[in-house]
């Protein structure tokens, strides 16, 4: 019997509500463009710093069980001769009411040279966890066979592609997550089946006539084959006495409105957004996110020296 991916425990838990729920497993971040490992191996070592952050995101707050994610990744690049390689981890849990979710992935890309610019093709492998808590569940039925009367976990194996472009002012990347469609056996009545998750993503820089403002734009589609979610989101940023602050908003058709804030400071990055659903939720029942992340710079210089300093722009 299975237990068919996210929207299942949100829909026995909200059942009374109008919330239009996604059948998509992995969870949306607001911050996505700076967390670009989290849904593509080939980001891993794409620029020369190391990068690593913590995220944490609570969706449709003031609701009881409601879905919070936390995740923890890094990544950088190393040379061996005349290849540049990136090497990255990621770790998140993702608890939605009875259910929770867990991921650990090791990430490696390598990077070339191409038509100018630079080509990154990675690759991802982990373990996907996944937990319910069957003593929990109050259906009213002590009969119904269709979620366990007990705790059950499972894992399964998790694989992953992608291609990433850069070249001036502007990238792109393609990747896809789950892609051998595991099943996590929860005991021995039950399976969770997890689809493959495609994304296509890219952004352009464009820098305005003083010197210290930038506009950053960037977009993501996201699609399961069944359903998918598209954002555009655009930020103002401006850099001083190296460091930086930043205002933006992210649109989702048919989904939301997000406002994003935050900053730079001596290689720390500091972000926070509230995403407003527009599909009849109250803005009270929003989403919050907090992101923390660091960068320094990798000297990946032929002679070796491997010098380190923290970055003075994004």
Same mark, same amino acid.
């Given at each position: 019997?299975?237990?068919?991916?996210?929207?299942?425990?949100?829909?026995?838990?909200?059942?009374?509500?109008?919330?239009?729920?996604?059948?998509?497993?992995?969870?949306?971040?607001?911050?996505?463009?700076?967390?670009?490992?989290?849904?593509?191996?080939?980001?891993?070592?794409?620029?020369?710093?190391?990068?690593?952050?913590?995220?944490?995101?609570?969706?449709?707050?003031?609701?009881?069980?409601?879905?919070?994610?936390?995740?923890?990744?890094?990544?950088?690049?190393?040379?061996?001769?005349?290849?540049?390689?990136?090497?990255?981890?990621?770790?998140?849990?993702?608890?939605?009411?009875?259910?929770?979710?867990?991921?650990?992935?090791?990430?490696?890309?390598?990077?070339?040279?191409?038509?100018?610019?630079?080509?990154?093709?990675?690759?991802?492998?982990?373990?996907?966890?996944?937990?319910?808590?069957?003593?929990?569940?109050?259906?009213?039925?002590?009969?119904?066979?269709?979620?366990?009367?007990?705790?059950?976990?499972?894992?399964?194996?998790?694989?992953?592609?992608?291609?990433?472009?850069?070249? =001036?002012?502007? *990238?792109? %990347? /393609?990747?896809?997550?789950?892609? +051998?469609?595991? @099943? &996590?056996?929860? !005991?021995?009545?039950?399976?969770?089946?997890?689809?493959?998750?495609?994304?296509?993503?890219?952004?352009?820089?464009?820098?305005?006539?003083?010197?210290?403002?930038?506009?950053?734009?960037?977009?993501?589609?996201?699609?399961?084959?069944?359903?998918?979610?598209?954002?555009?989101?655009?930020?103002?940023?401006?850099?001083?006495?190296? =460091?930086?602050? *930043?205002? %933006? /908003?992210?649109?989702?058709?048919? +989904?939301?409105? @997000? &406002?994003?804030? !935050?900053?730079?400071?001596?290689?720390?990055?500091?972000?926070?957004?509230?995403?407003?659903?527009?599909?009849?939720?109250?803005?009270?029942?929003?989403?919050?996110?907090?992101?923390?992340?660091?960068?320094?710079?990798?000297?990946?210089?032929?002679?070796?020296?491997?010098?380190?300093?923290?970055?003075?722009?994004?």
């Amino acid at each position: 019997m299975s237990l068919r991916i996210r929207c299942t425990v949100i829909t026995a838990m909200l059942a009374l509500t109008s919330i239009q729920v996604s059948a998509q497993y992995d969870p949306y971040f607001s911050h996505y463009y700076d967390m670009q490992t989290s849904f593509n191996p080939a980001a891993a070592g794409k620029e020369d710093r190391l990068n690593v952050y913590a995220v944490y995101a609570m969706s449709l707050a003031g609701f009881e069980n409601a879905p919070q994610v936390v995740s923890f990744a890094g990544d950088m690049p190393f040379r061996t001769k005349k290849v540049i390689h990136g090497v990255g981890a990621k770790f998140m849990n993702d608890k939605i009411g009875l259910f929770n979710h867990q991921h650990i992935t090791a990430q490696y890309a390598m990077r070339l040279r191409a038509l100018k610019g630079n080509l990154s093709i990675g690759i991802n492998a982990g373990m996907i966890t996944e937990k319910f808590k069957g003593s929990e569940v109050e259906l009213g039925e002590e009969g119904d066979p269709v979620f366990p009367k007990s705790d059950v976990d499972g894992n399964s194996v998790d694989l992953g592609v992608g291609i990433y472009y850069s070249r =001036k002012n502007w *990238y792109v %990347g /393609i990747s896809a997550q789950h892609l +051998n469609y595991p @099943t &996590v056996k929860l !005991g021995e009545m039950y399976e969770f089946k997890i689809d493959g998750t495609y994304y296509a993503m890219g952004g352009v820089d464009f820098q305005l006539r003083n010197p210290a403002l930038k506009i950053l734009t960037s977009a993501i589609v996201r699609t399961d084959l069944t359903s998918y979610r598209a954002d555009i989101t655009g930020r103002l940023q401006y850099s001083f006495d190296g =460091k930086m602050l *930043y205002a %933006g /908003i992210g649109v989702s058709p048919t +989904n939301s409105v @997000t &406002v994003l804030i !935050g900053g730079k400071f001596q290689g720390f990055l500091v972000g926070y957004s509230f995403e407003a659903f527009t599909n009849g939720i109250s803005i009270r029942n929003g989403s919050h996110e907090m992101h923390i992340g660091y960068q320094m710079d990798v000297d990946l210089g032929k002679k070796g020296k491997n010098r380190h300093q923290t970055t003075r722009t994004l």
